[in-house]
């Protein structure tokens, strides 16, 4: 497995469940980041990790909630959703040398529906 | 408001034709610029990148422009291909914060063979 990869794939929600996305990063980085991507709009940065410590909340709600147990693996707790949460939810990751600039490498995505 | 912005949602052009596409910012700290395409069903993938050091790089048929003062950038794709029918975002991040990409809506180009 190259790159970073991200499961799973899509994933069909109600508003009372509980569920996890999960990503994993094979390239060595020590940041990573999740990110939302709704429906024409940008992408919204929502969480940084850097070295598995969160250096980065983007007055993300509370329904959201991020795990980072090592350098290599990302997790993001969902719970009581909404339907405007539906979005494309990307992870990716950097080599996280510290405040230079750095290029980020995106997973393929979670497709997330909620109902 | 948007620091990022592609004002143009979708761009067709000619196989074997250049494609331009375009970038603006308003943000005066951002000095690191990078363009991703997308293909559908798959997550953006790095393309090339530029430093405010500079106003130009190229890598292949993919050259990024940069200019400071109009706070504007530019993608230039020659030749185009049609496997080059991608959306393409353009990203910012500051000089004090490298990892903090701010995003474009993106464009839509289509390469017609």
């Known amino acids: 497995e190259t790159g970073v990869t991200q499961t799973p794939r899509h994933l069909v929600m109600g508003m009372t469940n509980k569920k996890s996305l999960k990503c994993e990063q094979h390239?060595?980085?020590?940041?990573m980041y999740w990110y939302k991507q709704s429906a024409k709009k940008p992408l919204e940065l929502m969480f940084v990790?850097?070295?598995?410590?969160?250096?980065e909340n983007n007055s993300v709600p509370s329904r959201f909630s991020p795990e980072c147990p090592n350098s290599s693996h990302l997790f993001l707790h969902l719970h009581t959703l909404q339907p405007e949460d539906s979005a494309l939810y990307l992870c990716?990751?950097?080599?996280?040398?510290?405040?230079?600039?750095?290029?980020?490498?995106f997973g393929p995505g979670t497709r997330l529906l909620v109902l | 408001d948007q620091q990022v912005k592609q004002n143009s949602p979708s761009l067709s052009v000619q196989e074997g034709r250049i494609s331009i596409l375009n970038c603006d910012y308003t943000?005066?700290?951002?000095?690191?610029f990078l363009w991703y395409k997308k293909y559908p069903a798959e997550g953006p993938t790095f393309l090339i990148s530029?430093?405010?050091?500079?106003d130009k790089n190229e890598d292949g048929r993919f050259t990024v422009f940069l200019n400071k003062s109009a706070k504007h950038l530019s993608l230039h794709i020659v030749p185009s291909q049609p496997g080059d029918s991608a959306v393409y975002f353009c990203?910012?991040?500051?000089?004090?914060?490298?990892?903090?990409?701010?995003f474009g809506g993106g464009t839509r180009l289509m390469v017609k063979p």
């Open positions: 390239l060595g980085h020590n940041a």
């Open positions: 943000n005066s700290m951002f000095d690191y």
């Open positions: 990790y850097n070295f598995k410590e969160q250096t």
């Open positions: 530029i430093s405010s050091i500079k």
């Open positions: 990203a910012a991040s500051p000089r004090n914060a490298g990892n903090m990409l701010t």
């Open positions: 990716a990751s950097s080599r996280g040398q510290g405040a230079g600039p750095e290029t980020q490498y």
